[in-house]
């Protein structure tokens, strides 16, 4: 039973000729003449797909891109002890990653477009998915390699393991100058090349290569080296997949709390921006019609703590002058389409709200607690105190006699929470 199970698994049925293999990998390393013009248009080709966020032609970069065959030449390389193969093999990719990022960073700086497109992001936080997808991948790119029939798994393998794009967002990060861009995305094509060629070196090893040099002081040596090297390119993929975890668990605590607080109470929210990057986080929402005092928004972010979201700040953008191109903003980077006119009736009515006070108790309260005023009126004003800048103040004009003024001016603004409320007796009566 263990015996027909180990055959219709074993890699040797249906495997090439080892000399024929090798030559095959051989002809690949090579980044002269054809090679080299080849990735130089596969370059241009993805680095045009990541400017206009085009899915397909970053594809078809990936398709025609030759970068694999010094990664898997490095792999049997190691697999075989050759040591020349492998300098020459490095030597290539070295060569065909310096070109790579020379033609990227050029296209990108003269491109007019330099916004970052969500295929440009998301290559810039490599995790340990990543590293999942890129050792996997290699495993069947070198399993089909060595197959007599190669079948159609080449070209997934292109796809699945993406050496094009990170090396082209890193060309990016060098044109615009943002490093932390062009090291995320240096860093998972270093995980794509290693974990490719790792993949290489164990199917290269099962399938038992002849290796160029017997010894076994080489072989210590090249495990050794080989698992340093894992653990240094796998611990710091743990560490962006727990923070990518925690991102994606913030958001959604987030997204929830909102929920439950506003959207579920009816509130229109126009602006919304969680924030899990900043120091404290984050999280930003404009209402339609909306306005909080300062002793409410302090409540919310009291809530927060109780609703898992620790270290975090909660505002509400209430500024009439810079809620418009806030949402303008966050439209343009989420491709919505929002009239500028709803944009213009939404910034009126915040500023009809700045002057508009919905309470319809506060006259009945006044003659209740103060029976001798009447006639009366208030509203907001524009101030200007010594300066250009309007200062809105709450202004009541009454008739009547008050014993204490004092006391009726803090009542009102305790009851209003106002900082700063005026009197003005009707002395016309």
Known sequence: MFESLFNFINLHNGEEKKEKVLENVISNISFRGSNLWILACAIIIASIGLNVNSTAVIIGAMLISPLMGPIVGAGFALGTYNFPLLKKSIKNLLIATIVSLTVSSFYFYLSPFKDVQSELLSRTSPNIYDVMIAFFGGLVGIIAITRVEKGNPIPGVAIATALMPPLCTAGFGLATSNFSYFFGAFYLYIINCFFICIATF??????????????????????????????????????????????????????????????????????????????????????????????????????????????????????????????????????????????????????????????????????????????????????????????????????????????????????LHEKDVKLFENSEE
């Open 202 to 415: 164990f199917v290269v090893k099962y399938l038992k290569y002849p290796s160029v040099i017997i010894d076994n002081k080489y072989e210590k040596r090249i495990r050794y080296g080989i698992t340093t090297l894992i653990i240094i390119m796998i611990v710091p993929s743990f560490y962006l997949a727990y923070n990518l975890f925690n991102e994606k668990k913030f958001i959604k605590t987030a997204e929830l709390f909102i929920q439950k607080e506003f959207d579920n109470k009816g509130y229109t929210i126009i602006y919304k921006k969680i924030n899990y990057n900043s120091s404290p986080k984050s999280i930003d929402v404009a209402f339609l019609n909306k306005k909080f005092n300062a002793t409410e928004i302090a409540s919310f972010n009291k809530m927060l703590i109780s609703n898992g979201l620790s270290d975090t700040k909660f505002n509400v953008r209430q500024s009439t002058s810079d809620v418009k191109s806030e949402i303008l903003n966050e439209i343009n980077k989420n491709n919505i389409t929002l009239s500028s006119k709803d944009i213009a009736i939404s910034k009126l009515r915040q500023e009809l709200d700045d002057y508009k006070i919905s309470d319809s108790t506060l006259v009945q309260e006044i003659r209740a607690i103060y029976p001798a005023v009447y006639n009366i009126s208030y509203g907001k004003i524009e101030e200007y105190p010594k300066t250009d800048s309007a200062k809105l103040r709450f202004v009541l004009i009454y008739s009547g006699k008050l014993e204490d003024k004092a006391q009726f001016k803090n009542w009102l603004a305790i009851r």
